[in-house]
């Protein structure tokens, strides 16, 4: 399922099916409007980064399309199905098909490491135990993290584990679209280099598309085909690297041209 | 799904071939596993196979769940000593397989929680044994830290925080008046339609007002209080203590160089004490009420007759035996509750332990501190 049309290669990717379509989207809470008619197309194979200031609305729209909080007008299409259309039934059948590591990792604190990741197969999947405890430790492995890892609690761990198992969970179902809401926040530069060459590995073997948000330059310039940037309330651009750091908008300078780009080599 | 569409095996003297078709993902896992094991069943019973060829030219998907199970497939012949060949896999599957390649399952099965279950409840019992007297000492501990507090507070009383004090009072105390008073009224209404309808068999009617009087002033008014203050309040000192303990803030206070005792709970006791002796005053009252109604209205005794018997019974010693409790059951409350909060550990469930021992904890204590009251009362005479 998880390589399915993985062949669509990245450089094609006007061509490309798009597996996540927001259109005209206008998110508020109270008298404020966070996003305004933003549009965003991602498609299926690329690692996409999303940048914005703090506080612009970049979590809001993740949220938004994994249904978390409610938009005011718009649509939202994932893997072709409207969100606000679908039934129970079609709803749950898209989410599991994506996984979402959230930024705190969002553990479950009484379950173990192993559990953890076991969880979503459990309640989807009739599996074998046998099975299941396997499963959990190719997805540790997968992440770079030793099996003895599985039995611990998350309380228990660092907090470059807590995201590399809260990574292993979202992989859990082998899903095809993949969100993430800044992977490498609180990782040091070496931890954060680390977890950016995994999600690249794994988004290659895996066939996954990536939807990440970030503040992390080197994330973007490595790992990012696309970047999309939002700001105004709007998506004000989306493109390769090159076509940022092309860009005269004042917010897209500062950031991309800025002192901390300038040290991260871009 | 039949088993034809996924594996297909063919003998061929010494070679076995299987071929693999189809969609090996994670909804086909639980198809797909009996077959890789009945697979390797049959291979035990015939030894002479020397090479295993797995065919996956025929593989539409894979995702981790069938790389995996091919991988183990792979790995029980190798195991046998079969040489193992790989073929048509697709190229962009091919770095999917090496990725599982390197799962390690030699420490798969965890070794602890099975044994003998006598042993292990025995174990228990003891573990439990243990903890108690833990806790016990945990309490006396705090109890110790609150006096330390509480002299330098004396000592410098600008550092006392009133507003905190004040707030956990309103909460505590203010916004538990009604239902204090709702549930002492029901229960005076109780105890006096209980009292009049046995004593009435032998004429003893008015001795209702007798036991009414004295069983609220002295023992459940000051009982009903401390058993909702500990379920109402004391949960939510433990709930709150826990969630911060949890979140890092009671770590972040003392690096600021704050005493968590003294910022945080000192206020929490300070209310209770202060609280749970004016509920008691009230809910006294309104069980006082509530039997006087009951009375009057179910036994026929005129109000007038209720108090004037009420004052002959009941003297100040019965007032004051009731009140001068009430502090001390809020201090236990208080100081069970904070103990539990900050015996919380980084989980979710830990947290509903803790909140849960802690009401239970604080509730038999106030019955046990109780107890021990009457039985000072008695010795003393009053």
Redesign the interface.
């Given at each position: 399922m998880a390589a399915n049309g993985s062949a669509a290669t990245v450089a094609g990717a006007n061509e490309a099916e798009a597996v996540i379509q927001v259109v005209d989207v206008v998110v508020g809470f109270g008298s404020t409007i966070v996003l305004d008619h933003i549009n965003l197309d991602v498609y299926r194979g690329e690692v996409l980064g999303f940048v914005g200031g703090s506080g612009a609305g970049k979590s809001v729209l993740m949220r938004t399309i994994i249904g978390l909080l409610p938009k005011r007008a718009g649509t939202i299409k994932v893997l072709g199905v409207n969100m606000s259309a679908a039934n129970d039934r079609e709803r749950q059948a898209i989410e599991r098909r994506w996984g979402v590591l959230f930024q705190q990792g969002a553990l479950f604190s009484s379950l173990t490491v192993k559990q953890n990741i076991q969880f979503p197969i459990r309640e989807y999947l009739k599996v074998s135990d046998r099975l299941l405890d396997e499963i959990a430790y190719a997805k540790l492995e997968m992440v770079g993290l030793a099996a003895d890892a599985g039995d611990k609690f998350p309380a228990e761990l660092s907090g470059g584990m807590i995201k590399r198992v809260a990574l292993a969970r979202a992989l859990a179902l082998d899903p095809e679209i993949v969100f993430l809401d800044e992977p490498t926040s609180g990782l040091d530069p070496i931890g954060a280099g680390d977890f950016d060459d995994l999600i690249r590995t794994l988004q290659r073997t895996l066939g996954l598309t990536v939807f990440m948000v970030t503040h992390d330059l080197d994330s973007l310039h490595h790992i990012c085909d696309r970047i999309a940037v939002l700001a105004d309330r709007k998506v004000i651009a989306a493109g390769p690297m090159s076509m940022m750091l092309a860009s005269e908008h004042p917010w897209m300078k500062a950031y991309f041209r800025g002192k901390r780009a300038r040290v991260a080599g871009l | 799904m039949s088993d034809e569409r996924l594996l297909r095996s063919t003998l061929n003297g010494e070679r076995l071939e299987l071929a693999g078709t189809g969609?090996w993902?994670?909804?086909n896992?639980?198809a797909l596993?009996p077959l890789i094991g009945a697979e390797a069943r049959s291979g035990r019973r015939r030894r002479n196979i020397r090479t295993v060829t797995v065919d996956m030219a025929g593989i539409e998907?894979?995702?981790?769940?069938g790389a995996?199970?091919l991988e183990?497939l792979l790995r029980t012949y190798k195991a046998r000593g079969c040489e193992t060949e790989l073929l048509g896999l697709s190229e962009?599957?091919a770095?999917?397989l090496?990725?599982?390649r390197?799962?390690?399952?030699?420490?798969?099965v965890?070794g602890h929680g099975h044994g003998n279950s006598v042993i292990d409840s025995l174990r228990l019992v003891g573990a439990s044994v243990a903890s108690l007297g833990a806790d016990s000492l945990k309490v006396v501990d705090m109890l110790g830290e609150l006096a330390v507090a509480f002299a330098r507070v004396l000592v410098r009383p600008r550092t006392f925080r009133l507003t905190s004090t004040v707030y956990h009072l309103d909460r505590v105390g203010w916004h538990a008046v009604p239902i204090v008073l709702l549930i002492t009224f029901l229960i005076g209404c109780i105890i006096a339609q209980q009292g009049i309808f046995h004593f009435r068999k032998f004429g003893a009617d008015i001795y209702v007002v007798d036991m009414i009087g004295i069983l609220v002033l002295r023992e459940i008014g000051v009982l009903i209080v401390s058993i909702m203050v500990a379920g109402r309040s004391g949960s939510a000192y433990t709930a709150e203590l826990g969630a911060m303990k949890m979140r890092e803030e009671i770590d972040a206070l003392r690096t600021m160089g704050f005493d968590p005792v003294e910022v945080l709970i000192l206020p929490r006791i300070v209310a209770l004490i202060i609280a749970v002796p004016l509920l008691t005053f009230l809910g006294s009252l309104a069980a006082l009420y509530g039997g006087g109604l009951v009375v009057w209205l179910y036994g026929g005794v005129d109000p007038d007759i209720f108090l004037g018997r009420l004052k002959e019974t009941i003297s100040i010693d019965t007032f004051m035996v009731g009140m001068v409790k009430a502090p001390f059951m809020a201090l236990v409350i208080g100081l069970v509750a904070c103990v539990e909060g900050l015996q919380v550990?980084?989980?979710?469930?830990?947290l509903g332990r803790q909140t849960t021992s802690s009401v239970v904890k604080s509730i038999f204590l106030v019955i046990v501190l109780d107890g021990a009251f009457a039985m000072f009362f008695a010795a003393i005479g009053k």
């Open positions: - | 969609a993902t994670a909804v896992a639980r596993e998907q894979l995702d981790t769940f995996w199970l183990r962009r599957y770095g999917l090496d990725e599982v390197h799962t390690n399952l030699t420490n798969p965890e550990k980084g989980s979710a469930e830990s």
